[in-house]
Nanobody
Framework: QVQMVESGGGLVQAGGSLRLSCLVSGLAFDDYAMAWFRQAPGKEREGISCISRGGIATDYVDSVKGRFTISRDNAENLLYLQMNNLKPEDTAMYYC????????????????????WGQGTQVTVSS
């Protein structure tokens, strides 16, 4: 049974930082591309970052480039998202997602592209 558990969310002031983690079990972690999505109230779930199985290739949505960094520790089955210079518009529920094999840089932002999901961790950025 696949389990993906996010942690590290919270309330932070604008300009602050948070580091999200996603602990994965029940699948061969290093065979899966991983991603972070977020969903704000009343909005669609959006992909914000993706990382390849070995951690070499990464992609980011323009709105977080230069502020967020995705990484993974395949020895510990952990996915991370370091978020710096947070803005109120970053407020959302953040989810980790997994897809077996190689990811496509053209379609990774679609939630339908990923097969396994965590339950989410809330990030709230105050102005």
């Amino acid at each position: 049974q696949v389990q993906m558990v996010e942690s590290g969310g919270g309330l932070v002031q604008a300009g602050g930082s948070l580091r999200l983690s996603c602990l994965v079990s029940g699948l061969a972690f290093d065979d899966y591309a991983m991603a972070w999505f977020r969903q704000a109230p009343g909005k669609e779930r959006e992909g914000i970052s993706c990382i390849s199985r070995g951690g070499i290739a990464t992609d980011y949505v323009d709105s977080v480039k230069g502020r967020f960094t995705i990484s993974r520790d395949n020895a510990e089955n952990l996915l991370y998202l370091q978020m710096n210079n947070l803005k109120p518009e970053d407020t959302a529920m953040y989810y980790c997602a997994a897809r077996a094999g190689v990811y496509s840089s053209h379609v990774w932002r679609s939630p339908q592209y990923f097969t396994s999901w965590g339950q989410g961790t809330q990030v709230t950025v105050s102005s």
